[in-house]
């Protein structure tokens, strides 16, 4: 592999696992509203994937655990941490915060607070793309636990029945919450995914070049051909279920961290270690700074509540069109 | 002004609208019809007919035959919303957002709020409502106050055919999810199109209500079918004495207050006859919202007539003892408002 | 095969054709409140299903398609009909009508209006059964386009990872409404229920012999295992989507119609033919004369409601259990 | 009386109920937890703790972890309870009764009705609800109405560690499908527990209110950790010499509709304050109720007191504009109620 494009990856993946880190001592701080759902574990699978796609054409949705997809499709970091802090300058000016990130002007359509909730949505993506003809697809991701989800399974049926050009990632991380995916699933999801008759691959996130190949040649499969397609895609869940949670039920399971893989990777394919340690650092600085810099912006308040108050209100017509009418 | 049946209004709204606008489609349950049957020709057009003929005319990439999978093919709806398409989506029957209801109040009411209104949400969910044809508890129930109640959802519920196409247009321009709520009961209802000079439906406006009748007594408020049914005992009452208003607010959410308070304010009595919920429906949603909003007006106690608070039966004679009617409203106006 | 058995499917199966052919004769003169959604072409399969059941033990749920599937489990043919007629006999005096009919006594748990809506709570009756040690399986009987809902594949998953006892039937009859089964489907049926581990068989409908075996094979598999089982069973849709429907979206397909295969079948293993025609006549006797007796009762009406009004209130404690309190 | 947390109060009935009854079962996501990892013998007992030790006292044969598949639980649950199990089914957030309510408003609450009583159903689903601590808008709605505004559902917001024990006790009895809505920012509150001479915890009986407050001169009504900021209202307005009542009306179905209008038959004044929907909510079905069944004793326009019309925020000064609060509740008291 290019180590160029090696160092690209390992830039972003630690950029944003410092974002995360970051983020998490604020939330120790007492800073963060929400419960944090971090990625830790995902970040390279992530970022590889994402360098696939064209944010000019193509959607992206996530599930709760979404932050580094979000910064994978080139979100403005600031807005990222701004949102995950409820500050103003956030994506939605902290509205949605860290399970509602939507940023479709740079091809992430949308997180999710429900599981499985953010996968039809795809199928839509995906629709227009395949009307207005642009070219794009969509990729949706989720975990483990969500692949047992009706809105799932009805997604992949009607994506593979409807030809559409959708690309469905299945972070297996293992666990679904406390719950063993082992326990939660039954069969396997490459064989129940297939079944259905759409092309699927399995790979693991610590096998890099194997990452590429599959997220390469699975984006073009979809692309080319417009029907769906599935990757499985093995990543640990480095950390609790949320920052902060209680692991007790997690035995000990030690499993490689995929960053470091790509970092002995890229060392291996010829980058020198400074040049390593270098990207590491300004990773690191970047994504500090991001996240200082959002800490430092003004929180909403009273009057954005008082604007959607009066747009959605049940006794208003605003937001909507008043075809010749007077606004009620 | 042309006579044309409600479900032809809308037909042929659908078909205006779609030969304007090229990021209009459609999708939902045999809406085409008879899709992967080799023989067949014959468009079925829905289970009512009011997809009809659009298959043959936008192709099947622009109408869409779903599997039975309501959860997967409103949220294509959505997200298609989302993209730059404008979605029609049919759910045959209302009783059946139950299974895909994260769609409708998770993901569709909220993603403009979400996005602090970076994403415009021009989504319309058609389904049908309502009781009277023998269709058993989970063909027939009145939703359209348990969908208004979550913020992020306009309801719309049509009486007449000018209505179904003036709001289905206007709902289908609209930059918010619409919840499109056809009563099975109106579809052979026929009466005059309004049409402007050129020829195309004139849209009406979400939020706007509109006076059946005038009266000085009694002000009834009803939507769906029960405008016809609010019109019979208006008939009635008036031989007994008693001149209602009939206000019909057509929409759900947004709702007209204003002209409820002025109709309120002129008749000082209340009576909200409503096919849904009996507890947390539109007749208390109405009430309250005219008890707090106009009480110095209300001469007596308003008052609500629903169905009671059971599941629909599926009897004839069970199902005419569980729906309001004219005779019933007659007689809860006469019991509460003679004196 | 005995042809005793046969002769008794053979009855079974000729009397749910002609009850419901006689109820369609009804509906067409406007005595049934609601479309009726008949079995016509499923009868055999489902007596021969039903006979491998226990009523002590065993649950039923049915589809909006249930008519037989009740009668088969000897739910009383007058109460069945008078349900479906909306009168005071019947199961329900009328409130359920023809896609709700419930007769847990005879082993038919419930009927559904929603696709797939009968599915989960199967998963209860097993759980149940296994809980309370009765030895007891539950049934789900289903159609080609319910198979894709979200409700069924997670209760199939549900049912493999709790191993519950419950036995899934898909009846194929290769369309949902007006839809083709292969256009709504991805992938197969068999290879979709076996990807997730469990056992499952394809069975043509006109094949008694095959109908015999399996439907006694998957039982026992169930009731001995403990573990769920999928049956895919080919039956042919005689008639529209509901009685009168129009069914111009059909092409003209020719399919053989089990019952007559059945007849054959008997005919061939030994039965005289005049026993085969006074089985037949003897099924369209009683039949009738169910209906018959059925349509002759009174619909019930106010007094009904008024007590369900006053049991369901939102004011009211009725039914509930007002523990040491004063009924509110 | 011993003090105990509201969570604790939750926990100890389920222990008991379960100890005094074998056809008791539960289920739900992570409520043992760990299930499936092997070196795993820490219970988790549920996201907030509530279901903690039971699996280790009755086994998983009687607690069942199930995957993310809500529809197929809770119908497996309501499958049970119609044949002779007593199911808890835990439904983590209620914003997730999306993705299962076909199985509640369809199948769970119509089952006894279509049965025409042959079929018990005693079924209870607990979960949270309500915002103020950051979850954003898929993880804090209050959809306590939206479930009680389906014919068939009981519906039951405990406000203390007591009602939250001899609620959900009598809710276990129940022969009718309960929703046990615990808002989360009551898991912390500690308060007594009602013990008869037995040690047992003492039931409580639904659509029962309760008096939180004697007073004159305003009917506060309020639910769940409303009823808290109610009181510091209370206080509040007492110094400006308002005596308000406070009432917990503790289950939304069945609603106690006697305590309600005894107290405003006694202040004429109404003032509902809630978490819940703004439109066909708790406060427009109270407000209407009242207003209908109560008339002659207001003295002036019933309130309502609600957060506005929009899913909930995430951000905390967004939240908190978003919510009701003590400080709201005396500005509306005394703005509305003062001359
Ligand atoms: C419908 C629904 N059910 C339950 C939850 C609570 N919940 C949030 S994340 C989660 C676990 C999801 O597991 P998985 O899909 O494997 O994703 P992971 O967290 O491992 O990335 C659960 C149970 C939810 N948000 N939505
Ligand atoms: C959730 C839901 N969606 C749609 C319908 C309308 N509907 C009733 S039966 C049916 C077709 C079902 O097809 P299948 O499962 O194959 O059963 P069949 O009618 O062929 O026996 C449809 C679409 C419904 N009742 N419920
Ligand atoms: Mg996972
Ligand atoms: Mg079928």
């Known amino acids: 592999m290019d180590i160029e494009i090696l160092g690209k990856y390992l830039f972003k993946a630690a950029f944003i696992r410092s974002f995360e880190q970051r983020l998490a001592q604020f939330s120790q701080k007492g800073l963060v509203p929400g419960l944090l759902h971090l990625c830790l574990g995902a970040e390279v699978f992530e970022v590889i994937l994402c360098s696939k796609l064209d944010s000019s054409c193509d959607q992206v949705t996530g599930s709760h655990r979404s932050h580094g997809l979000a910064l994978a499709m080139e979100t403005d970091p600031v807005s990222v941490a701004a949102e995950i802090l409820g500050l103003e300058a956030g994506l939605s000016a902290g509205i949605g915060g860290t399970q509602h990130l939507l940023a479709p002007e740079s091809g992430f359509l949308s997180s999710n607070g429900i599981v499985g909730g953010q996968v039809p949505m795809a199928a839509g993506a995906a629709l227009s793309a395949k009307v207005r003809g642009t070219g794009g697809i969509a990729v949706t991701v989720f975990g483990d636990g969500a692949f047992n989800q009706g809105a799932i399974s009805e997604t992949m049926n009607l994506a593979a029945v409807l030809s559409l050009p959708v690309l469905f990632i299945v ?79 997690l035995g000990d399971q030690k499993v490689p961290d995929p960053l470091h893989t790509l970092e002995t990777k890229a060392l291996n394919s010829g980058l020198a270690e400074d040049q390593i340690q270098d990207i590491l650092s300004r990773a690191r600085q970047d994504a500090d700074s991001a996240v200082e810099q959002a800490a430092k912006l003004y929180p909403a308040g009273e009057s954005l509540m008082a604007k959607w108050s009066a747009k959605l209100h049940w006794n208003s017509g605003v937001g909507l069109l008043q075809a010749g009418g007077t606004d009620t | 002004m042309t006579a044309i049946s409600f479900g032809d209004a809308l037909n042929r709204t659908l078909h205006d609208c779609m030969a304007a606008d090229d990021s209009i489609i459609i999708a939902g349950e045999d809406i085409a019809g008879g899709a992967g049957i080799e023989d067949s020709d014959v468009e079925l057009g829905g289970v009512f007919g009011v997809t009809r003929g659009l298959a043959a005319r936008f192709g099947t990439g622009r109408v869409l035959d779903t599997p039975i999978t309501e959860s997967a093919f409103v949220g294509m709806g959505l997200g298609a919303a989302a993209t730059g398409l404008r979605p029609v989506i049919e759910v045959m029957f209302c009783d059946f957002f139950g299974v895909c209801f994260d769609q409708l109040i998770n993901q569709a009411a909220k993603m403009r709020f979400l996005s602090n209104d970076r994403i415009q949400l021009p989504l319309v969910i058609r389904t049908t409502m309502g009781a009277g044809d023998g269709s058993g508890a989970m063909h027939s129930q009145s939703l359209h106050a348990l969908v208004a109640s979550v913020p992020g959802l306009r309801v719309v519920c049509p009486a007449t055919p000018a209505d179904a196409a003036g709001l289905l247009k206007t709902s289908i321009a609209s930059p918010d999810p619409v919840i499109f709520m056809e009563h099975k009961g109106l579809y052979g209802l026929t009466g005059p199109l309004r049409e402007d000079e050129d020829g195309h439906i004139v849209p009406i406006p979400l939020g706007k209500g509109r006076y059946v009748r005038r009266g000085t007594d009694l002000t009834l408020v009803a939507t769906g079918a029960m405008v016809q049914e609010a019109e019979k005992a208006a008939d009635i009452l008036a031989v007994r004495g008693m001149r209602c208003e009939i206000i019909d607010p057509r929409t759900i959410s947004p709702l007209d207050m204003e002209i409820l308070i002025e109709s309120v304010a002129g008749t000082g009595r209340l009576l909200v006859v409503d096919e849904g919920a009996a507890f947390a429906g539109f007749a208390d949603a109405v009430v309250s919202k005219i008890s707090q909003k106009a009480f110095a007006f209300l001469k007596s106690a308003p008052v609500s007539l629903t169905p009671p608070h059971t599941p629909v039966p599926y009897g004839r004679a069970l199902e005419a003892a569980y729906l309001p009617s004219h005779e019933k409203i007659v007689e809860c106006a006469l019991r509460h408002f003679s004196k």
Chains 1, 3 share one sequence.
């Not at chain 1, 919450?177 to 297939?194: E, F, K, L, N, P």
């Open chain 1, 171 to 249: 972070e297996n991380n293992g666990l679904g919450q406390s719950t063993a995916a082992g326990y939660a699933t039954a069969g396997s999801v490459i064989q129940r995914v297939r079944s259905l008759g759409i092309a699927a691959e399995r790979v693991d996130s610590n096998d890099i070049e194997a990452v590429d190949t599959v997220t390469d040649t699975m984006t073009a499969w979809v692309r080319n051909n417009g029907s769906p397609a599935v990757i499985e895609a093995l990543v640990p869940r480095l950390g609790g279920h949320y920052h902060g949670e209680n692991e007790a039920y």
